[in-house]
Structures are given as structure tokens and as C-alpha cells.
């Protein structure tokens, strides 16, 4: 089965339908009460992260400035 949304995912968990894979953020202190968080990351390579904006729409001075700082060029 697959599940969408990190909620429905642990909660899939915690109730003995399967296991997982799910980034280390998504595991609050509470979950650790009654999951258990295994580290993989070492099977799966790096993650890549990404900006994401929206095609043909105005980008507000804010956002373009934030996106220029994380792409070393401000």
C-alpha cells in the first residue's frame, strides 16, 4: 500500500501495516514513544532539495531576493 502525507504514514505505522521510509524530520519526539526510526541514509544516496516557484507568475521582491541568498549569489 502506499499513503501519502507523513501523518497517515505513521499512523499506518504505529498500527502494524508496514513499514516506511521517511525523512528524519518528520519523526517528532512523541513518535519515538512508539515507533521506532531506523537510519538508512546510506542506502539511497543524497537527497536533492529545490526552489520551487510558479511558471509565468509574478514573483514578489522578497522571494526573488531569498532565492538569489540560497543560490550563492547575493
Partial sequence: MEATG???TKAYVEMSLG???VNELYI???DRKKIV?????GLFG???RG???RKGRYLPG?????MTMVRGKG
Fill in 6 to 8: 507523513r501523518l497517515a
Fill in 46 to 48: 543524497v537527497a536533492e
Fill in 37 to 41: 526510526a531506523i537510519d538508512v541514509s
Fill in 62 to 66: 522578497a522571494a526573488r531576493e531569498f
Fill in 51 to 53: 526552489l520551487l516557484t
Fill in 28 to 30: 517528532l519526539p512523541a
Fill in 19 to 21: 513499514v516506511s521510509i
